[in-house]
């Protein structure tokens, strides 16, 4: 039986100021710290042996925040895969010089991944959404934010983000789990819905009224294949 830990990160600057966020890449606000916080020290009881972020500074803050409250010992460790190369060969050197010797039993690696992004908000980011309501109407704007497989212009649907989730959670998570592997990941309010509508077998009905809090633990026991949330 292997856990899975799910966390929304806490609060962001655009959070608080009602704009549309999506893939620009906003910190927390001090709400968000605190959030991040307290849910770490929710789950710091709980073993974790390997961690999975986005690239957004958010969701990396969440992850830090939260893996600081753990007494185990254990420091989280970013991981840089040499296949990422650049012409200079930047990539491969940061990835080979941020290698650790010790044994690794005192460390957390932390894998970052864009498939964990939040959705790409397209020409809505950066947009006040009360503004955006006035604009093209509460009907439209509501389409945009909650259907299933309409994105808004330029951006992605739901659909779209969990056509890049799922594979993630299938050929990285999955495996990982039925290795024995406790899993913790930090990323945002709609990868993490189709993470869930994934686990849950939700419809898209059902995963339409899926709310992920900012800075909650979603925790689940995984066993031969089988989920369940505790």
Request: no cysteine.
């Amino acid at each position: 039986m292997s856990l899975l830990i799910l966390m929304r990160h806490g609060q962001s600057m655009w959070n608080a100021a009602n704009l549309f966020t999506g893939w620009v890449d906003v910190p927390l606000t001090n709400k968000g710290i605190e959030e991040a916080i307290q849910g770490g020290k929710e789950t710091s009881h709980l073993p974790i042996d390997e961690v999975h972020t986005s690239t957004l500074s958010r969701a990396q803050m969440t992850a830090m925040l939260a893996l600081a409250q753990r007494t185990d010992g254990k420091v989280p460790v970013f991981q840089y895969p040499e296949s990422e190369t650049t012409e200079d060969g930047n990539a491969a050197k940061m990835a080979r010089w941020s290698q650790s010797n010790d044994s690794g039993e005192n460390t957390l690696p932390v894998f970052v991944s864009w498939q964990l992004n939040e959705r790409m908000y397209g020409d809505l980011q950066g947009l006040d959404k009360q503004e955006t309501r006035d604009k093209y109407g509460d009907d439209q704007v509501h389409i945009w934010r909650r259907s299933y497989d309409i994105p808004p212009p330029n951006g992605e649907s739901l659909q779209l983000t969990a056509a890049r989730t799922i594979p993630y959670l299938e050929e990285k998570i999955i495996p990982a789990l039925e290795a024995g592997k406790n899993i913790f990941i930090a990323a945002h309010g709609n990868s993490l819905r189709s993470i869930v509508m994934s686990i849950e077998k939700l419809s898209r009905e059902e995963v339409l009224g899926l709310e992920i809090p900012t800075g909650k633990p979603i925790v689940y026991e995984f066993n031969n294949s089988n989920w369940s949330r505790i």
